[in-house]
């Protein structure tokens, strides 16, 4: 089986790529360690969303939409979990699953390579995803959240930031075509 | 090799995903339940590495703290001492006003002691410019009523006599200056004879015949022979006696701290002053030591 391979649609050429043995769980397990226990130390950590950047990233990597969907499932869920009881399960599992699912569909529709591209894109998700927390939190929840306020906007700015520098090292960890 | 699910079938799949969540959120809002067994399950998977890292990050802060990021207690050591400096310098200006309340408060009492004595207290404000004599300057002077060869004193004892008077201040010759001195006495025995300086700390009692018994302690008084001091103002202790020829050698401790006068009383008249009886030889030496200075020699203890 091929490490990296092609999507042919239409004339589009787009890589699916494949990691390291390890690397995905790897790479998830370290980012809900470290959205769990830097904040502690570091309280403007909070800021970053490490498994949504993960998430994406590896939606846009892998391209495949279910397997992009489950992942980001996981993930939230996992991060649900230690987010404490204040957190209902599902919160950032349905969040990260409608992320997961957006990004490994658009990323096997367009070359998600360029730092402009990663930068748009991690933008536009971390706001697709604070809307999806926020749908939740109000209609199923029922508790009040404000939709749009200037925090969002940084933080958005913020993860796409440290997401364009971050999926520079993550490339690193893909197998060798 | 390539299998790529098709669209509907994610579609559909993250539909069923969703709903399945949803679910968990309906039945954990219905049951108040917060999936503890998930829970139980991350937490406990996580928190031994994060126990790990916590100890981790722990030693790195310190070192980074103690070894590394010394600039701000740099800067706090700074500050710290310069508050100490400050600190220091309150402290000893407070411990100065103490010292000198100390001092005046028993020129005071000195002075009530002998109401009927014309005397007038001094600052010094001065003191000879070399080693070569031993002068003070006092803020006395001929307008204070201040003139040539009176008795200089401290409530401790005599310092000397004045051999200068300017408009507004006075100099003093202090016993221990080679050209001063004082008639005086051993207080026991009587014994007369003129003390005076040879430019060292202790004095001299020059005239003493070996035949006379002079015990070291013996509180040395003046004996008002020299017309400039009443009798019996102390003039110090007895540290050493040795045989000489033809007289003894006997050096005496003065009684006020001619190092360090910052007030004096300047006594207007050679009238014997009233001093009260207190015990004398307490501060005697049981070994003569000529070079020691710190001892504080007893009042004097003499009834005119």
């Given at each position: 089986m091929n490490d990296t391979y092609e999507l042919r649609g239409g004339e589009t050429h787009i890589e699916v790529h494949k990691f390291y043995p390890g690397a995905i769980l790897g790479i998830t397990i370290l980012a809900l360690i470290f959205q769990a226990a830097v904040p502690v130390y570091i309280p403007r950590m909070e800021i970053l969303d490490l498994p949504l950047l993960v998430t994406i990233y590896f939606g846009l990597s892998r391209r495949n939409p279910s397997t992009g969907l489950l992942l980001g499932m996981v993930i939230g869920l996992l991060q649900d979990s230690l987010s404490g009881p204040t957190v209902p399960l599902g919160l950032y599992g349905i969040a990260k699953t409608v992320i997961g699912y957006l990004a490994s569909s658009i990323g096997s529709r367009l070359d998600t390579e360029h730092p402009a591209a990663r930068f748009a894109l991690i933008m536009a998700f971390f706001v697709v995803h604070q809307a999806v927390i926020v749908l939740i939190r109000r209609v199923l929840l029922a508790q009040p959240e404000p939709w749009v306020n200037w925090a969002l906007v940084i933080a958005a700015a913020v993860n796409a930031v440290v997401g364009v520098f971050l999926f520079v090292v993550f490339d690193r960890l893909r197998r060798n075509s | 090799m390539v299998s790529i699910p098709s669209r509907h079938r994610s579609f559909a799949l993250l539909a069923g995903v969703i709903i399945v969540q949803v679910l968990?959120?309906?039945?954990?809002?219905?049951?108040?339940?917060?999936?503890?067994?998930?829970?139980?399950?991350?937490?406990?998977?996580?928190?031994?590495?994060?126990?790990?890292?916590?100890?981790?990050?722990?030693?790195?802060?310190?070192?980074?703290?103690?070894?590394?990021?010394?600039?701000?207690?740099?800067?706090?050591?700074?500050?710290?001492?310069?508050?100490?400096?400050?600190?220091?310098?309150?402290?000893?200006?407070?411990?100065?006003?103490?010292?000198?309340?100390?001092?005046?408060?028993?020129?005071?009492?000195?002075?009530?002691?002998?109401?009927?004595?014309?005397?007038?207290?001094?600052?010094?404000?001065?003191?000879?410019?070399?080693?070569?004599?031993?002068?003070?300057?006092?803020?006395?002077?001929?307008?204070?009523?201040?003139?040539?060869?009176?008795?200089?004193?401290?409530?401790?004892?005599?310092?000397?006599?004045?051999?200068?008077?300017?408009?507004?201040?006075?100099?003093?010759?202090?016993?221990?200056?080679?050209?001063?001195?004082?008639?005086?006495?051993?207080?026991?025995?009587?014994?007369?004879?003129?003390?005076?300086?040879?430019?060292?700390?202790?004095?001299?009692?020059?005239?003493?015949?070996?035949?006379?018994?002079?015990?070291?302690g013996e509180q040395v008084v003046t004996s008002g022979m020299d017309k400039i001091f009443p009798r019996d103002i102390p003039v110090g202790t007895v540290m050493e006696v040795k045989a000489g020829n033809p007289f003894k050698q006997i050096?005496?401790?003065?009684?006020?701290?001619?190092?360090?006068?910052?007030?004096?009383?300047?006594?207007?008249?050679?009238?014997?002053?009233?001093?009260?009886?207190?015990?004398?030889?307490?501060?005697?030496?049981?070994v003569a030591s000529p070079n020691s200075s710190s001892a504080n020699p007893p009042a004097a203890v003499v009834k005119p």
């Open positions: - | 968990l959120l309906e039945v954990q809002i219905k049951r108040d339940s917060h999936g503890r067994l998930i829970r139980v399950w991350a937490v406990g998977a996580v928190s031994p590495v994060e126990r790990g890292g916590n100890w981790g990050l722990g030693k790195i802060r310190g070192i980074w703290n103690h070894y590394f990021a010394l600039q701000s207690t740099q800067r706090e050591n700074e500050a710290l001492r310069t508050e100490n400096d400050s600190l220091k310098l309150a402290l000893a200006n407070l411990q100065g006003k103490a010292a000198e309340a100390d001092r005046l408060a028993e020129l005071l009492k000195f002075r009530k002691s002998q109401e009927k004595i014309p005397m007038i207290s001094a600052r010094v404000i001065g003191a000879s410019a070399g080693t070569a004599s031993r002068t003070i300057e006092i803020d006395r002077g001929e307008r204070d009523g201040i003139r040539r060869n009176l008795a200089v004193i401290t409530p401790d004892g005599a310092v000397g006599k004045v051999i200068e008077t300017f408009h507004d201040t006075a100099q003093v010759l202090l016993l221990t200056d080679k050209e001063g001195g004082a008639g005086a006495m051993i207080l026991g025995t009587r014994t007369q004879s003129p003390v005076g300086g040879n430019g060292e700390p202790y004095l001299v009692m020059k005239y003493v015949a070996n035949d006379d018994t002079v015990n070291i050096r005496v401790k003065p009684a006020a701290h001619l190092d360090r006068l910052e007030e004096v009383i300047v006594l207007l008249s050679q009238e014997p002053l009233a001093v009260s009886k207190e015990p004398a030889a307490q501060d005697a030496p049981a």
